[in-house]
């Protein structure tokens, strides 16, 4: 879902100069691309959602849906979602619960720079990604994401513009979130009309090339994520 970081190889012993920039400058600037934008990872303990490898002193996006029984009958879907600032800069943040993380729980983290994404399940059953064709973007312009629903009507979604940041939606198939307001095997989010998670700002104007999406089946906790193309 991700692509590694490109870098030009060097010859051995020899001393290049790009620009008025020597060798070792260009090391300098490899080495803080890579670190910026090397590739998220979740880990859990306890009550607490650990985040790394995210670009330091950036922040990251991030997506929790439960399936929890706190009165032992009756199932509740819990959603937590936030952003959180890497103010120490080492590239890791966290989550901490009142009380440990939910065995039936899944999480995404998003890095508000890169793009980045990863996800986790509390519980290795429950680590089921779903087709990344299940989200597109709408026609060009429009400011629509497509989600396919004919096998999962009702998704929590996690959206992010990369250096701008994260919007959340509930989204049914036919619900007051779904544009054509029809149960015909699709949702169709206006993603201005999505709620802002933390201090991010309204969201205006076209799905633009590399916002990310993020989505998780309620009933399943079958995922995904998918950094959008446009359609033409």
């Given at each position: 879902m991700s692509t590694p970081l490109k870098t030009a190889a060097l010859r051995k012993g020899s001393l290049v100069q790009i620009r008025g920039l020597n060798l070792l400058t260009c090391l300098g600037a490899v080495l803080l691309a890579s670190q910026a934008f090397s590739q998220p990872s979740i880990t859990i303990e306890a009550n607490v959602v650990a985040i790394s490898g995210i670009t330091p002193g950036g922040q990251v996006a991030w997506l929790g849906v439960a399936r929890e029984q706190p009165e032992y009958f009756r199932t509740t879907i819990i959603r937590r979602d936030g952003i959180l600032v890497d103010k120490d800069r080492d590239g890791i943040v966290s989550i901490t619960l009142t009380d440990d993380v939910p065995a039936s729980s899944l999480w995404i983290a998003v890095d508000v720079s890169s793009g980045q994404a990863a996800a986790v399940a509390a519980d290795p059953l429950f680590d089921l990604p779903l087709e990344e064709t299940l989200a597109s973007a709408g026609k060009a312009?429009?400011?629509?994401?497509?989600?396919?629903?004919?096998?999962?009507?009702?998704?929590?979604?996690?959206?992010?513009?990369?250096?701008?940041?994260?919007?959340?939606?509930?989204?049914?198939?036919?619900?007051?979130?779904?544009?054509?307001?029809?149960?015909?095997?699709?949702?169709?989010?206006?993603?201005?009309?999505?709620?802002?998670?933390?201090?991010?700002?309204?969201?205006?104007?076209?799905?633009?090339?590399?916002?990310?999406?993020?989505?998780?089946?309620?009933?399943?906790?079958?995922?995904?994520?998918?950094?959008?193309?446009?359609?033409?």
């Open positions: 312009g429009a400011g629509i994401v497509e989600l396919a629903a004919d096998q999962h009507d009702f998704m929590e979604v996690l959206f992010v513009r990369p250096a701008v940041g994260a919007w959340r939606a509930s989204a049914g198939d036919g619900g007051g979130s779904d544009v054509d307001g029809a149960p015909d095997g699709r949702i169709q989010l206006l993603a201005g009309a999505m709620t802002a998670v933390g201090d991010s700002p309204g969201l205006v104007g076209p799905i633009l090339a590399g916002d990310v999406i993020a989505y998780v089946d309620v009933r399943t906790l079958e995922y995904g994520i998918v950094p959008l193309e446009l359609k033409w």
